[in-house]
């Protein structure tokens, strides 16, 4: 079965301290990887898509990377309003039509 | 703002009532999906659309969940006799084939937060 794990749960930043969130996935064929964003009560908003081991993408300060096993939101130099959840979702060769397999997120709080 | 827009954002109901939620997709994607969220947790799978097609229902949907897509475009989840468990936030998404063919990408909405007393 397949299976998304973050880590942290949470994490704590200072603003300006750079750090970075972990999906790993143990899943039966990858055919693409998401990051999304989540503010409290609202619905989840797409970061970005990766494919392919050794992709990598980028977003004002944010970047993703992908291995084969694991992927990273690196969030570079964070300020107060990057805190929010981080969602890290996968779509596999398991699914039979386009259903997304979600971890249970990270929780980012960045203080001034 | 993504688009998708979905009715009530919130909803309070007694246990054994029937509640509706509506979504409308992005105009011009022909795939609709519904995900439920609790506290701590990610969205977890329910079911999709092709167009008016319904593909794939998780076994998370029991029978008192039923959705429909009549014509194609908006969609509505209907749980009937609901039932105190059934608390969550509901929120809806749709999506199109790149133009690639690459993986597509689903846009959520806000979300409809249901409380059962």
């Known amino acids: 079965e397949d299976q998304v794990t973050q880590s942290p749960e949470a994490l704590r930043l200072q603003e300006g301290e750079s750090s970075s969130l972990n999906c790993s996935y143990t899943?039966?064929?990858?055919?693409?990887l998401f990051w999304y964003r989540q503010d409290p009560g609202k619905g989840p908003e797409f970061l970005f898509t990766?494919?392919?081991a050794g992709e990598e993408k980028e977003k004002e300060r944010l970047k993703a990377t992908l291995t084969k096993k694991e992927s990273f939101l690196h969030i570079t130099a964070p300020k107060p309003e990057d805190s929010a959840t981080y969602l890290c979702?996968?779509?596999?060769?398991?699914?039979?039509?386009?259903?997304?397999?979600f971890g249970k997120g990270t929780s980012l709080l960045v203080t001034p | 703002d993504t688009g998708v827009s979905q009715d009530p954002r919130h909803k309070i109901t007694k246990r054994g009532q029937n509640v509706t939620f509506r979504c409308d997709p992005i105009?011009?994607?022909?795939?609709l999906y519904w995900y439920r969220q609790t506290l701590g947790q990610g969205p977890e799978f329910l079911t999709y659309?092709?167009?008016?097609?319904?593909?794939?229902k998780s076994r998370l949907l029991s029978d008192r969940f039923s959705a429909e897509r009549p014509k194609g475009s908006f969609s509505t989840l209907e749980i009937q006799r609901t039932e105190q468990g059934d608390s969550a936030m509901y929120l809806c998404?749709?999506?199109?084939?790149?133009?690639?063919?690459?993986?597509?990408?689903?846009?959520f909405g806000p979300g409809t937060r249901l409380l059962v007393l």
């Open positions: 998404a749709s999506s199109s084939r790149g133009a690639s063919g690459n993986q597509e990408t689903q846009y």
């Open positions: 899943v039966s064929g990858l055919r693409g």
């Open positions: 990766l494919y392919s």
């Open positions: 979702a996968v779509h596999t060769n398991s699914n039979s039509g386009y259903a997304l397999n």
């Open positions: 105009s011009e994607h022909n795939r």
């Open positions: 659309f092709q167009n008016e097609a319904q593909l794939e």
